[in-house]
């Protein structure tokens, strides 16, 4: 009957348009949550940078990620109870638990390296330059890939251009000269991409979570015998310092962390990696209005092309599975 026919259709159109706005609903909410997760990295090179003034990097270092690890244990123990499986026998726990200690010591060591060469060299940079140098990291990972005898996207080599480019105008002066801390923080950067690569190995068979709380307790332990080593311990200064080590540790890797979790559950891919990169952007402003930062317009420049270098990258292969795993161990 054209009636009925009629009926039936409008009802399918209606509930194929609900089903449309109910999906852009959840991305716009998955894109605000990851907003806000980069609006949170962003200004946590804010506090690395101020937190230098009063601590070691080594002692920042240490506390921050200590107190990283302790803000995921409620999380941990919460998803750990929804995912009990009262079938898994103790050999199974025990193999899993050597699994989540090896993966994360390695992960650990190699995240260690990366952010002290990062905390060091805010130490003779800005905040704003240090994050977009530290961006870099994006475009290396696909790039590591020709090692593992990977075809390499066109784009890539593209971005990766772009990027040297932004790392020129950023870091090199007039007189060819680049500041240590630039040098420092372009080392960050390859390591970062090592990093990203032994997560995107590991979290195939261990639990994401379980191994973060290991790897930043092993990244703190590391700091903290550097800290003893070379640096005088003094709890005045660290109390002087508690603002940036509570953001740094709290809300850069529990709060942020969540947000990008729940974000990315949303969100497509390519918008989850392009709105995360922005926290590059977000630390030039918070750099401007806290600590009264500011570049050249040669400066400027760079942060342009290194910007559109890693947009081009988001859009070269698996970008999502770079997304998910690298930018929130950045910072």
Known sequence: KPHSFRFIMRN????????????QKKNLKGNVLLLFAAAIWGFAFVAQRVGVTHIGSYTFTALRFALGALSLLPVIFITSKKAENPQKNNFSKKEELKSVIKSGTIAGIVLFSAVI???VGLEDTTAGKAAFITGFYIILVPAFGVFFKQRVNAKTWVA?????LGMYFLSVNENFYIAKGDLLVFGCSFFFAAHILLINKYTCYVD???????QYIVCSAISFLCAVAFEDINILNIQKAAVPILYGGFFSVGVAYTLQAYGQKYAKASHAAIIMSLESVFAVIGGALLLKESMSLRGYLGCLFMLAGVIVSQYVGKSGEISKTGTDLAN
């Open 12 to 23: 399918v159109i209606l509930n194929r348009r609900k089903g449309m706005n109910k999906m």
């Open 117 to 119: 060469l990062q905390q």
């Open 160 to 164: 990766s251009i772009l990027a040297i």
């Open 208 to 214: 994401t979570l379980k191994m973060s709380f290991v």
